[in-house]
């Protein structure tokens, strides 16, 4: 079970983290992601991060101005999101899956799913 949390509204240029907590005791054995969807847009996948946390993966949209990163022994993945822009507006989703993928980037790699939180930002 993944429970998000960190919505909120911010001004453009501003800063936000989000965070994930996961349930069970194998917490570190799952890649985790970080999926947004915007009104009237498909999912689409912003960063994911190893079990270890040793790599990250970022859309190029993200890139310089989000990082995800995770705390093993709290069961906990973050996305501290930097230099916001309106186009950052969404629902956020954490998601996870068992082990790597060549395709971490697609919705469907990913079993588990967290129930989403807002992201918006003014300009």
């Known amino acids: 079970q993944l429970q998000a949390s960190g919505e909120g509204l911010v001004q453009a240029g501003g800063s936000l983290r989000l965070s994930c907590a996961a349930s069970?005791?194998?917490?570190?054995?799952?890649?985790m992601g970080w999926f947004r969807q915007a009104p009237g847009k498909e999912r689409e996948f912003v960063a994911a991060?190893?079990?270890?946390?040793?790599?990250?993966y970022y859309t190029d949209s993200v890139k310089g101005r989000f990082t995800i990163s995770r705390d093993n022994a709290k069961n906990t993945v973050y996305l501290q999101m930097n230099s916001l822009e309106p186009e950052d507006t969404a629902v956020y989703y954490c998601?996870?899956?068992?082990?790597?993928?060549?395709?971490?980037?697609?919705?469907?790699?990913?079993?588990?799913w967290g129930q989403g939180t807002l992201v918006t930002v003014s300009s």
């Open positions: 069970g005791r194998t917490f570190s054995m799952y890649y």
């Open positions: 998601a996870a899956r068992g082990g790597w993928s060549a395709a971490l980037y697609h919705v469907d790699q990913y079993n588990y």
């Open positions: 991060i190893s079990g270890s946390g040793g790599s990250t």
